[in-house]
């Protein structure tokens, strides 16, 4: 077991050093930065200038050794637009978008998960049937309309909850709401095709030959193995949460992470982008590697090195 | 004798309409005592299966029991109730199935799949519920209790964990024990262990034994009674004694009929010697890639193999799973390359050859797999599948057709079952599809790969028969691959007997069997379960009483095929 962590974690750690090799180049794939900075009608010294306090001449390998030693001090540069350091920005709006985030896959797994299990024990049934409802209308109603539809009746009409910001819990209600209900239909799918799948399986019949209790039938013996594939799915959707949350964070005015990823790239913002996007796939990197080791964890098939 | 643990009275299952009968089980009646082997016997679709299932409680849900009682310690477990049922199920009577790969949870110790049985049925404590369990491992005979109880179902091979599905059976001691074909999945050594360890813990424990099987040597070895079962009706029962040497109703006398014998046939039939296939020297090793924590494991699959097969001729290759059978054959075929060695086939070495080289020689060996009913493909007819190799080859579909039709005949079959899919037919007759497929293409050699050992014993009969018509009437080779010494004895000419990947032993049937030399040869010889018993011969059994014969003949004979 410890063999195989250690083995996931160094895989992680190769992933995570090309993402940021790549991350880096992209500052270069957009043009002269040096360009860009000092704008379109700049004479040569005034890129010359730019060139000597950003150090654009200098080899790209240099360059990007020197961002990557800084980056992992912590420091990201100085965002172009709002001329703070990256990570001063970064850690004020993570922590917006990570709260959501959390509290999105929360809420999916929680109604996913039950609605999957109840869903296999009784296939075609009445409770069946509405799960496959509820699942297939979150797959078909885009979210920014069910995010809008939301504000207008529980904030304007209702006014239980508030419309926009995240100075309060209650402003992470309706955005939790949205963006969980949107990764709930395939969480809920997979693990009623996988109960149903472990339900007929052998071992089934050998726990209900022992006379165990149906309770502990389907917790331990089935939802043990029908979870596994799940727990992939979910660390995939929770990495999709982080980066892709634009669309619902503007919604609801909340600046995190999501939305300063769409400034950044509105005005051309190449040093947040960058740290956005190292920081993002950092994330992604650790859910799946988080991922891989509950499985191992739930599967011992898997803890072979 | 003593009282009957578990009486079964007039049980009739009715199947969901629509079947091809309206009952899975009708009218059974059954009576098992304490310290008892009574076998079900029977081929697929008999029912006996059912009648284990509808006595555990673990029927599923599309069939119900509608008339006849299950009286099981002086209770009718039919009219409990699912929680009632489940109290006494692993505890008072339990099961033994015949999957051991699938039946344990993957995700749990065997030991705590033992252990679990304690949990719900009594109130021991942790200490001494994992003493019961290494009791139990040590009981089945597993090595180093300690050891097994801590590993995981994929650690085990298939033996320890039908050992491991056992000690789960027998934790509360129950007074009744179903083995549904326990050992049927095991090879022929871990088959003659497990039949002992049986008879074993019968002795020990005073349980009765429901034990079901298909297998009438398995019968032989273990049986104090047997039912015997044909469509959901009992046909024969009595003594195992009576039943196997005196059977008296037709299909018992038919089904002991297609037992195969143990022994050989006589070949007469070899006059030519022309070598069709000579193999030289054949290696194969898989290698399993090291990593920065592992060695890298190298596995010998064939060592150094060398046999000749002269046309006209049978040769078997017998060997249990692991012998490295399936990989030589894989290498004839060049569905895998060998390492070194030749292959030769009309003086041409194919073993090298490049994929384009080989084009005009994979026509002359033609392959027959074990599960015909994953060889075909279900949505394309007959025909299609059976032309398309000559096609292939240049010839004309319509001229392949003919002959196709041609073949049908030879494989006894419709010719309009050219038109139909193989959903419409059952395991035998696919399994003679298959033969007509490989004979399409008119090949020298005609392998089968366990090519019938997926089949009930009376088609099973059938099927061998027709291999043996063809060989004769074609002049073809026949590379008879099986783990089965009694099919093997029934069909081939010489064998070679095969064990982690060396030929250990080769000569004809006779010498082989009969006077084995090698100690493998010997152990798989003596691994042979019903050896005290000398299969009658049918023919000289005294007439069927008329009574009998009457109801055989108003039945429809849904097996014979």
């Known amino acids: 077991m410890y063999i195989y962590i250690l083995k996931r974690l160094g895989l992680a750690l190769l992933v995570a050093f090309t993402v940021s090799a790549i991350s880096f180049s992209l500052l270069f794939m957009a043009g002269d930065p040096a360009i860009a900075i000092a704008g379109e009608n700049a004479s040569m010294e005034d890129i010359q200038m730019v060139n000597d306090r950003y150090g654009f001449d200098r080899p790209i390998v240099v360059q990007y050794f020197e961002w990557l030693g800084k980056a992992a001090s912590g420091d990201l540069g100085n965002s172009w637009y709002f001329d703070l350091p990256v990570s001063d920005l970064i850690v004020d709006r993570l922590s917006v978008t990570m709260l959501l985030g959390l509290l999105s896959i929360s809420f999916a797994l929680l109604l996913a998960i039950p609605m999957g299990v109840a869903a296999a024990m009784k296939p075609n049934s009445l409770i069946d049937r509405a799960a496959l409802f509820i699942s297939v209308v979150g797959q078909a109603i885009p979210s920014f309309w069910f995010g809008l539809i939301l504000i207008v009746v529980f904030s304007i009409k209702l006014g239980l909850v508030p419309a926009s910001g995240s100075t309060s819990w209650a402003h992470f209600i309706l955005p939790t709401i949205v963006l969980g209900y949107y990764a709930t239909p395939a969480i809920m799918r997979l693990t009623r095709a996988g109960m149903l799948e472990v339900l007929s399986a052998d071992y089934i019949r050998t726990a209900r030959a022992k006379g165990l209790d149906s309770r502990k039938i389907m917790f331990k013996h089935a939802l043990r193995n029908a979870i596994i594939p799940v727990i992939s799915l979910a660390a995939v959707q929770m990495g999709f949460m982080l980066g892709g949350s634009i669309v619902v964070e503007s919604i609801f005015a909340l600046h995190g992470a999501g939305f300063l990823a769409w400034e950044s790239i509105s005005r051309n913002d190449l040093p947040t982008m960058q740290a956005l996007i190292l920081i993002f796939s950092m994330f992604y990197i650790f859910f799946t590697f988080l991922a891989d080791i509950l499985n191992a964890w739930m599967d011992p098939r898997l803890r072979i090195a | 004798m003593t009282d009957p643990i578990l009486t079964i009275k007039n049980l009739t299952v009715d199947l969901p309409e629509g079947g091809d009968r309206p009952h899975a089980v009708e009218k059974l009646s059954v009576d098992i005592a304490p310290k008892e082997i009574v076998c079900i016997v029977g081929e697929s679709g008999s029912g006996k299966s059912i009648t284990s299932f509808t006595t555990m409680g673990l029927l599923p849900k599309a069939l119900k029991p509608s008339t006849g009682e299950v009286i099981f310690e002086g209770q009718d477990v039919l009219k409990l109730s699912p929680r009632e049922h489940a109290k006494l199920r692993g505890s008072r009577m339990a099961m033994i199935f015949q999957e051991p790969m699938s039946a344990l949870n993957p995700c749990y110790t065997v030991g705590d799949q033992i252990e679990e049985v304690f949990e719900q049925h009594t109130s021991l404590s942790k200490a001494e519920r994992k003493a019961k369990t290494i009791k139990l491992l040590d009981e089945v005979q597993l090595p180093e209790p300690e050891r097994i109880y801590s590993s995981y179902p994929h650690q085990l091979s298939g033996g320890q964990r039908q050992r491991i599905v056992i000690a789960?059976?027998?934790?509360?001691?129950?007074?009744?024990?179903?083995?549904?074909?326990?050992?049927?999945?095991?090879?022929?050594?871990?088959?003659?262990?497990?039949?002992?360890?049986?008879?074993?813990?019968?002795?020990?424990?005073?349980?009765?034994?429901?034990?079901?099987?298909?297998?009438?040597?398995?019968?032989?070895?273990?049986?104090?009674?047997?039912?015997?079962?044909?469509?959901?009706?009992?046909?024969?029962?009595?003594?195992?004694?009576?039943?196997?040497?005196?059977?008296?109703?037709?299909?018992?006398?038919?089904?002991?009929?297609?037992?195969?014998?143990?022994?050989?046939?006589?070949?007469?039939?070899?006059?030519?010697?022309?070598?069709?296939?000579?193999?030289?020297?054949?290696?194969?090793?898989?290698?399993?890639?090291?990593?920065?924590?592992?060695?890298?494991?190298?596995?010998?699959?064939?060592?150094?193999?060398?046999?000749?097969?002269?046309?006209?001729?049978?040769?078997?290759?017998?060997g249990e799973s692991g012998s490295g059978k399936s990989t030589l054959v894989k290498c004839l075929i060049r569905l895998e390359d060998p390492d070194s060695g030749s292959v030769i086939i009309d003086g041409s070495d194919i073993a090298q050859f490049t994929p384009k080289l080989l084009h005009p020689y994979r026509k002359s060996i033609q392959i027959v797999f074990q599960d015909p009913y994953g060889s075909l493909n279900p949505r394309r007819t007959i025909g299609d599948q059976l032309v398309e190799g000559p096609i292939n080859f240049g010839e004309d579909r319509a001229h392949a057709m003919e002959r196709a039709k041609k073949l049908m005949e030879i494989v006894r079959l419709e010719q309009d079952a050219l038109y139909r899919y193989p959903a419409q037919f059952s395991g035998g007759q696919r399994q003679r599809i298959c033969i007509a497929r490989a004979l399409m293409v008119e090949p020298e050699v005609l392998i089968a790969d366990e090519a019938v050992s997926a089949l009930d014993v009376s088609v099973q009969k059938e099927v061998l028969k027709l291999l043996n018509e063809i060989r004769d009437e074609m002049g073809l080779t026949v590379l008879f691959i099986t783990h089965d010494l009694r099919v093997a004895a029934q069909i081939c000419d010489n064998l070679v007997v095969m064990q982690n990947g060396e030929i250990v032993e080769r000569g004809n049937v006779d010498e082989v069997f009969g006077h084995p030399k090698h100690d493998y040869t010997k152990k798989l010889l003596s691994a042979q379960p019903g050896q005290n018993w000398n299969v009658p011969d049918i023919s000289k059994l005294p007439p069927v009483d008329p009574a009998l014969l009457d109801q055989a003949l108003n039945q429809p004979m849904g097996a014979v095929r």
Do not use: W
């Open chain 2, 168 to 318: 789960i059976a027998l934790a509360l001691d129950p007074s009744l024990l179903i083995a549904d074909e326990p050992t049927t999945a095991l090879d022929l050594s871990t088959q003659a262990q497990i039949l002992h360890l049986f008879k074993e813990l019968r002795e020990k424990h005073s349980a009765g034994i429901m034990f079901v099987t298909h297998d009438f040597d398995v019968v032989a070895e273990i049986a104090d009674k047997v039912v015997v079962m044909k469509e959901g009706k009992i046909v024969e029962q009595g003594t195992a004694e009576e039943v196997l040497n005196r059977p008296k109703h037709p299909y018992t006398r038919k089904l002991i009929d297609a037992v195969p014998r143990r022994t050989g046939s006589v070949n007469a039939h070899m006059t030519e010697k022309h070598k069709v296939m000579e193999v030289l020297g054949l290696n194969k090793t898989f290698h399993t890639k090291g990593t920065m924590f592992k060695p890298s494991r190298t596995v010998h699959a064939c060592k150094d193999i060398n046999f000749i097969v002269h046309r006209g001729e049978t040769l078997g290759i017998v």
